[in-house]
Each structure stands twice: as structure tokens, then as C-alpha cells.
T-cell receptor, first 111, second 112 residues
């Protein structure tokens, strides 16, 4: 079965600092990869996705992610975090018609 | 354009009761999905549909049933509620290519 690992359950960063959220997946072929954000009490919103091509993908809200096949990773980054980025972040993999989500990383932003 | 709507927002069920969670999308999407989200567990796919009349099991289908009679609606049925089904349920839809999933606001279900 496919699996997605987000090793960091919770991360705290200062506003203006850089951010990197880790995601590793297990899948034989190149998967379709996604990052979603969930604000409290809300549904999930797509930040960015990777299907093929350039391994550095840009998303909304200033986020980017890099696909590294050799490390089976798809880490999410942002150069300067804003207080409004505080939320839960989920990495996901699609294989066929099924999606597999990681357990999420909760981000706290301190002033 | 409402996107994906879910009803109810919150429900308390007694063990053994049944209920249907409603999901409607107005984007004419072929694909629809039901997930459950438990604390610290991420989202797990329960069922999905690739079009009207076609449904298939996801990762955690036991205890649930679905139907897809129209493109817009994808209800999730719980026949005999159990405490293990206490969760937040999300419905989502996507168009051809499944590049972007659009999520509803969720239904919080408590089974006592």
C-alpha cells in the first residue's frame, strides 16, 4: 500500500522566518503529489501539486515545493512566514483514483 | 457558485442508529470522494465515484455505503452507527484529470 509520512507533528516558527515542512512517500513509480492547507474548522485547500516536469513547483500564498525522486520527498517551503500561515498542512499522493494523505503538520507562528 | 456543500454540519447519533451525510457539488465534476479525518491520523478515503452510477471502495469502506445517481450528489450512508465512526467527514470533488480536489466544510459526527 502507498504511504505518506510527515515526520513533524508540530512546528513553531517566528513570523518572517523561513519554513520547510517535510514529506516522504512510498510508491514505485513517480506519483502525483500534493500539498493542502487546512485552517481550523475548515475543509482543505490545495496549495500546489506536482505531476511531472520541473521538480520545483510554485503554489499559492508564496509556497513552493521540490520533488526529489532520489529521496522520495516532496518538501514544502516558504521564504518568509506570515501569521496567517498558521494552520495544518497535509501532504498527499494520488495513485490511480485513490488519494493517500499524511498525518499532517501543525504550524504555529509566533510574533 | 457554492462549490461543495455538506449537510448537516454536526450530528450526534446513538449506537445502532443510521443516517445519511449529504454532499452536493455544482461544478459538474465527474469525481467525488468521501474522507474521514480523525485526530492525528490525517484523511482516509472511504469511497469515491468516477461518475454517476459508478462507485468504488477506498481505504476504509467498512460500515459505510454510497450511491451516485446524479453528477451533483454523492450521499454517504451509515447503517449501524458505532463509536468508531465518530469523526469529521469531508466530501470532495474534482474534474477530469483529478488535478485539484475541492473540499466541503465537513460534517462532525459523534456516536454515543
Amino acid at each position: 500500500a502507498q504511504s505518506v509520512t510527515q515526520p513533524d507533528i508540530h512546528i513553531t516558527v517566528s513570523e518572517g522566518a523561513s519554513l520547510e515542512l517535510r514529506c516522504n512517500y512510498s510508491y514505485g513509480a513517480t506519483p502525483y503529489l500534493f500539498w493542502y492547507v487546512q485552517s481550523p474548522g475548515q475543509g482543505l485547500q490545495l496549495l500546489l501539486k506536482y505531476f511531472s516536469g520541473d521538480t520545483l513547483v510554485q503554489g499559492i500564498k508564496g509556497f513552493e515545493a521540490e520533488f526529489k525522486r532520489s529521496q522520495s520527498s516532496f518538501n514544502l517551503r516558504k521564504p518568509s512566514v506570515h501569521w496567517s500561515d498558521a494552520a495544518e498542512y497535509f501532504c498527499a499522493v494520488r495513485t490511480g483514483n485513490q488519494f493517500y494523505f499524511g498525518t499532517g503538520t501543525s504550524l504555529t507562528v509566533i510574533p | 457558485n457554492a462549490g461543495v456543500t455538506q449537510t448537516p454540519k454536526f450530528r450526534i447519533l446513538k449506537i445502532g442508529q443510521s443516517m445519511t451525510l449529504q454532499c452536493t457539488q455544482d461544478m459538474n465534476h465527474n469525481y467525488m470522494y468521501w474522507y474521514r479525518q480523525d485526530p492525528g491520523m490525517g484523511l482516509k478515503l472511504i469511497y469515491y465515484s468516477v461518475g454517476a452510477g459508478i462507485t468504488d471502495k477506498g481505504e476504509v469502506p467498512n460500515g459505510y455505503n454510497v450511491s451516485r445517481s446524479t453528477t451533483e450528489d454523492f450521499p454517504l450512508r451509515l447503517e449501524l452507527a458505532a463509536p468508531s465512526q465518530t469523526s469529521v467527514y469531508f466530501c470532495a470533488s474534482s474534474g477530469t484529470g483529478q488535478e485539484t480536489q475541492y473540499f466541503g466544510p465537513g460534517t462532525r459526527l459523534l456516536v454515543l
